[in-house]
């Protein structure tokens, strides 16, 4: 169990350094695929609601501590993206992608819904089309993308884990 959290709070560090140094400078379309959100929804679908929230808990604050004024929104966010994918547990299999995948495109939409609402509409920025053509779904897209390696690499990671814990 502490090996796993351990493990857990390691993948959010190498992810959010890989996120704010190499991915930022290879983003497309202006824009930055979200490595920390494909953790927790990975989390989320291979182990279930709670360890998904108390990941997005602390992949929020790690962001919160870095981008926002005030700390807890992002993690509220990713706390609840976490416990919405958690219900997918029921149906996971090692050997699928494609639910997963579908996961975190619509995990990605939320957030950035999210965060419009409350960071972009609550300052008077009411064009959602704009931000949704030109910010949400090139995220939408990128992120989805990139989680294809990702996700792989989790999941590799996971089986690991699990054949460790039964030892």
Do not use: W
Not at 81 to 94: M, N, Q, R, S
């Amino acid at each position: 169990m502490i090996i796993r959290v351990l493990f857990v709070l390691l993948q959010t560090v190498i992810l959010y350094i890989l996120q704010t140094s190499v991915f930022s400078e290879i983003a497309l379309a202006g824009v930055v695929p979200d490595l920390l959100l494909i953790l927790v929804i990975s989390v989320a679908f291979m182990r279930g609601r709670i360890p998904a929230m108390l990941t997005g808990l602390v992949a929020g604050l790690v962001l919160d501590c870095s981008y926002n004024s005030v700390i807890g929104i992002l993690a509220l966010f990713y706390m609840f993206i976490g416990y919405l994918a958690g219900y997918a547990h029921k149906v996971y299999d090692e050997n699928d992608y494609t639910i997963p995948l579908v996961l975190i495109g619509a995990g990605e939409l939320l957030y950035n819904l999210m965060y419009y609402i409350v960071f972009l509409l609550l300052e008077g920025k009411l064009n959602l089309g704009y931000y949704l053509v030109r910010f949400m779904f090139p995220k939408v897209i990128y992120t989805v993308l990139v989680s294809i390696v990702f996700y792989k690499l989790f999941n590799m990671c996971n089986v690991y884990m699990m054949r460790f814990d039964e030892n």
